[in-house]
C-alpha cells in the first residue's frame, strides 16, 4: 500500500524551540512538495522538489524555515526557531513529473499538526 | 480577493440527494483542475483531474469546468454518508504550483 509517511503527527513545543517534520514519500516519486493548511489561509505551498533539488522555496519565510532532502526516501522541514504563528498542519505529498516545472498530481501524506505555545 | 474562492459551507444534505459543490477563479491561465476529498485529522486525497474545458465521470462524481465563466463545479449523485468530508478544489497552469480553495465542508445526514 503506497502512501507518504509524516512524522511525528502531532507535535506541541514551546515558542523558540527547533521543530524537525520528516517525510518519506511514495516508492519511485520523483517529486516532494511541503504544504501549509490553516483555516484562513488553506492550503499554501511552502516548497517544492524534484529529483531532491530545491526548485522553488518562495512560500517560505525564509529567516526561520528551512526544506532539505538529504536523500530520495527522507524530505525534511525544520523551523528554528518557532512562533505561536506557525501553528498549523504541514502536509508533505509526492508524485511523478517529467520536465522540471511540469504538472504533477500530488498525494498527500496525513500531515503534521504543529501547535506552538 | 482571492485566486481562487470557494464557498465554505458547511452543507448539509440528506442521504442521496444530488450535492453540487463549486469553486471561481480569476486565472485565465488555469488549465488543469483537481478536487480533492479530505477527511477530517487526514491528508486530502485526489477525487478527481480534468485538464481544461468539458465534463469527466467518475461512478457517483462528476467534475466540469467552465472557462468561459471561470467556473469549476463538483456534482455528487447518490450521496452518501461516507462523503462527509471538506472537498478542495485546485487548479493550476501546467507548472508545480497549484492554488488550493479554502475547501467546502459537506454533511451526507443518514
Known amino acids: 500500500d503506497a502512501r507518504v509517511t509524516q512524522t511525528p503527527r502531532h507535535k506541541v513545543t514551546e515558542m523558540g524551540q527547533e521543530v524537525t517534520m520528516r517525510c518519506q514519500p511514495i516508492l519511485g516519486h520523483n517529486t516532494v512538495f511541503w504544504y501549509r493548511q490553516t483555516m484562513m489561509q488553506g492550503l499554501e505551498l511552502l516548497a517544492y522538489?524534484?529529483?531532491?533539488?530545491?526548485?522553488?522555496d518562495s512560500g517560505m519565510p525564509k529567516d526561520r524555515f528551512s526544506a532539505e532532502m538529504p536523500d530520495a526516501t527522507l524530505a525534511t522541514l525544520k523551523i528554528q526557531p518557532s512562533e505561536p504563528r506557525d501553528s498549523a498542519v504541514y502536509f508533505c505529498?509526492?508524485?511523478f513529473g517529467t520536465g522540471t516545472l511540469s504538472n504533477t498530481e500530488a498525494f498527500f501524506g496525513q500531515g503534521t499538526r504543529l501547535t506552538v505555545v | 480577493q482571492k485566486e481562487v474562492e470557494q464557498d465554505p459551507g458547511p452543507l448539509s444534505v440528506p442521504e442521496g440527494a444530488i450535492v453540487s459543490l463549486n469553486c471561481t477563479y480569476s486565472n485565465s491561465a488555469f488549465q488543469y483542475f483537481m478536487w480533492y476529498r479530505q477527511y477530517s485529522r487526514k491528508g486530502p486525497e485526489l477525487l478527481m483531474y480534468t485538464y481544461s474545458s468539458g465534463n469527466k465521470e467518475d461512478g457517483r462524481f462528476t467534475a466540469q469546468v467552465d472557462k468561459s465563466s471561470k467556473y469549476i463545479s463538483l456534482f455528487i449523485r447518490d450521496s452518501q454518508p461516507s462523503d462527509s468530508a471538506t472537498y478542495l478544489c485546485a487548479m493550476g497552469s501546467g507548472t508545480y504550483k497549484y492554488i488550493f480553495g479554502t475547501g467546502t465542508r459537506l454533511k451526507v445526514l443518514a
Open positions: 522538489f524534484r529529483n531532491r533539488a530545491p526548485l522553488d
Open positions: 505529498a509526492s508524485g
